[in-house]
């Protein structure tokens, strides 16, 4: 099955439980704009995408990712996935998501920053700080936000730094949007954990991918005493029952560019490090990481996705059986996208907020989303995946209501 079309079964869903109309439940289910583009760049061709689910809250925001493996199908999925993760969040963005199917792994540093300006050259039309905001996503990074500003502007004529979030501090980027995602997921984890009355030291913690979101959870949780006992990335993972030394492993990771390399553990393959015996296990690589194949296999007692999509819909209603608890990517992994409002924000105003001040907004901002979620999940009795999509659903919807686009 595609992606979004397992995607939709979770709005179908929730569609249910909320009664919605043919109509409702139509304008949710298709994509506004789709837009494609071959690039060529030195004799090679890539495809790229700019797709926005939904813009009634606002303009399209969401990330770039470069990935072998995108396509039309992914960039739909991630596209609906952010319009449901903004409006959880309370912040004014449709959702939108963009992709060129590459391995920049493959590519030098140059031809890496042809491929984003050719990028801007072909989407420029339709993105800017008050149509569609982009972002850093899956083997993109604030250099390539940069190279994509640097092309837009030039084409403009003009400066328009609130065109794209997730850039270096020096075009206004902001100091805590590197690691936002991760603290965004640290906090809900925490709250999560506070509620049902789980203590934090100690707690197991598998890690899947060690990339911008795996990478900076995996630190944060390790210096407030969780014990990580596996992390891995494309290349396999690592494990070692009495806890990794986190910190020694990103030393590893950005020496010999894979966790593989460290030493003071034992290797285990991204399958084996899915099923291990742990109290949490992150989610923060691609999508349909647990299927149901492997999903009768895990043992984990709490999933926090990172990443978007790690769970199909079959592997969810599996996960649900055997009571295991999934906190939903489009809370736990917002915490980047409400860091990118405070950027817009800053760059459209020309004000330059504190550290401290966007922390605080960050933490309110998710505590008022956890919150409504957690209350419905107990309300409804549904998993906290329904009830967060219930209200992400219903804001959508309100927002066409006032427009005048739906009875
Ligand atoms: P990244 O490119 O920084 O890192 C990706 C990591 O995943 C790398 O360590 C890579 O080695 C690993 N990986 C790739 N394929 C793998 C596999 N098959 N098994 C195990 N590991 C694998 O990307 P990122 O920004 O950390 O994004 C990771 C996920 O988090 C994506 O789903 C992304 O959409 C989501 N996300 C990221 C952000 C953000 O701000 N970075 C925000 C929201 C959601």
Redesign the pocket.
């Known amino acids: 099955m595609s992606v979004f079309e397992n995607a939709k079964q979770n709005l179908e869903k929730a569609s249910k439980y909320m009664n919605l109309s043919d109509g409702e439940k139509e304008l949710l289910l298709n994509h506004k704009i789709i837009h494609k583009a071959r690039l060529n760049v030195n004799g090679k061709g890539y495809d790229a995408w700019r797709i926005i689910h939904n813009d009634a809250l606002g303009p399209g925001k969401g ?1 770039i ?1 470069f990935h072998p493996n995108v396509s039309e199908d992914e960039v739909k999925s ?1 596209s609906f996935w952010m319009s449901l993760k903004n409006s959880l969040a309370g912040i004014p963005y449709g959702g939108a998501k963009g992709g060129v199917k590459v391995n920049p792994k493959d590519l030098s540093k140059e031809e890496i920053e042809e491929v984003s300006r050719a990028y801007v050259r072909a989407f420029h039309r339709y993105i800017g700080q008050d149509k569609d905001i982009p ?5 993109t990074n604030p250099q390539v936000m940069a190279w994509m500003l640097d092309e837009y502007e030039r084409i403009k004529g003009r400066h328009e730094p609130g065109m794209i979030t ?1 850039k270096p501090v020096e075009l206004g980027g902001c100091e805590i949007r590197g690691y ?2 991760s603290k965004g997921g640290k906090i809900i984890l925490n709250f999560f954990l506070d509620k049902i009355d789980e203590k934090r030291e100690g707690t197991r913690v598998v890690i ?8 900076n959870i995996a630190k944060m949780l390790f210096e407030d005493g969780y014990k990580i006992i596996a992390v ?4 396999g993972g690592i494990m070692n029952l009495d806890g990794l030394d986190i910190k020694e492993v990103i030393k590893i990771k950005e020496e010999k560019k894979s966790v593989t390399q460290y030493s003071k553990g034992k290797r285990v393959t ?1 399958k084996e490090l899915l099923e291990l015996d742990t109290d949490v296990l992150v989610l ?4 349909n ?1 647990i299927t149901k194949e492997n999903a009768d296999n895990i043992k984990a007692k709490y999933i926090l996705e ?3 999509g ?1 769970i199909t819909y079959e592997a969810d209603e599996i996960l649900n059986n055997k009571n295991i608890k999934v906190i939903p ?1 489009i809370l736990a ?1 917002s915490g ?2 409400i860091v990118s409002y405070c950027e817009w924000v800053q760059n459209r105003t020309g004000q330059i907020f504190s550290k401290e001040y966007m922390e605080n907004i960050l933490k309110e901002k998710l505590e008022r989303s956890f919150n409504k979620t957690y209350n419905l999940y107990k309300e409804r009795n549904v998993s906290l995946r329904m009830a967060a999509y219930m209200i992400a659903m219903e804001r959508i919807l309100k927002a066409e209501k006032s427009r005048g686009n739906l009875d």
């Open positions: 990330g990712r991630l972002a850093p996503d899956v083997y997730g936002a995602t899947q991918g060690f990339g911008n979101a795996g990478m891995s990335d494309s290349k991204n923060a690589a691609l999508e990481q990172l990443a978007n790690p990517d992994n980047g996208v």
